[in-house]
């Protein structure tokens, strides 16, 4: 445990390589550089995945899929209902190209503040979207500053969601109302990148100038149903593709959430398989 979430600039791929040496060792086959280009079913139930790795298609049977990209790149080829973006228009929280300057006085500083709304899914878009924020980062050259780094892959924080047999609410968070089977519990801070009170609900105004005051920490009972697809089954997600709101989005998609939502769907999905 301590050599998984040891601290330091290597972190992520010290996990990575961790976990790997971990899955091997359990004799799980890992299958890298390969993308899912469709999934199978059997009626309502996934049964396996189609892959292309190297020049040719793989076909892999399944008890239980996974779909733990985040983006949901596995469940947007099922069929089911999926939604992006607030109700009123559809609009995401702003992404964020970090980048690091050396100040005139030595002093080295980053910024992670939003660069900009867009829609992950359309590629040229997004595409331009993300060149114009990295070339917005070079202006930092030219008022005195040194720039020293500007991160490579940029942070999309709102993902698709999608319509699972339970649905998480911003108010059922607010109201404290527990579900039938919880499946973790999220404890994170309020997202509060983006707000845009002039469209955002009343109720969530309030809730998103309370988080401001202070770091405003709550405990959030996440459903069991929120990770499967209504109407679906022999699939489920682990991440940020949720049955959820826009809003309780912005509640459940911190990292350490994300890595409670992907320990506990993995132990539920091999009680799955097992019973």
């Known amino acids: 445990r301590g050599a998984l979430f040891a601290a330091g600039p290597l972190q992520e791929d010290l996990k990575q390589t961790v976990l790997t040496e971990y899955l091997e060792r359990a004799g799980v086959e890992l299958i890298c550089s390969a993308t ?44 089911i209902a999926t939604h992006l973006g607030r109700p009123i228009d559809g609009k995401t929280v702003p992404f964020t190209v970090r980048s690091e300057v050396l100040d005139a006085d030595g002093v080295c500083r980053y910024d992670n503040g ?13 595409s331009q979207k993300i060149l114009t924020a990295h070339a917005s980062k070079v202006d930092a050259v030219r008022c005195g500053k040194r720039l020293l780094a500007v ?16 649905t998480l609410r911003y108010k059922d968070i607010i109201m404290e109302r527990i579900p039938e089977k919880v499946l973790f519990y999220a404890y994170s801070d309020l997202d509060k990148h983006g707000h845009d009170l002039a469209l955002d609900d009343e109720l969530f105004q309030n809730w998103w100038c309370v988080s401001n005051l202070a770091t405003v920490t709550v405990s959030i009972p996440v459903p069991l149903g929120v990770v499967v697809p209504r109407g679906l089954r022999g699939i489920v997600t682990a991440g940020r593709c949720l049955s959820v709101d826009s809003y309780a989005s912005s509640a459940v998609r911190m990292i350490r959430d994300m ?5 506990c769907v993995g132990i539920a999905c091999a009680q799955a398989v097992t019973e």
């Not at 939003?114 to 997004?126: E, F, M, P, R, V």
């Not at 892959?153 to 699972?164: L, S």
């Open 36 to 79: 899912v280009t469709g999934v199978y079913f059997e009626k309502e139930r996934a049964v396996g995945v189609r892959l292309w790795k190297d020049g040719e298609y793989k076909n892999i049977h399944s008890k239980m899929i996974i779909d733990s990209t985040s983006d949901g790149h596995i469940i947007r080829m099922c069929p």
């Open 114 to 126: 939003d660069s900009g709304y867009c829609d992950q899914y359309n590629t040229a878009a997004y």
């Open 151 to 166: 991160a490579p892959v940029c942070g999309v924080r709102e993902g698709v969601r999608f319509v699972g047999e339970t």
């Open 259 to 263: 890595h409670r939502i992907g320990e």
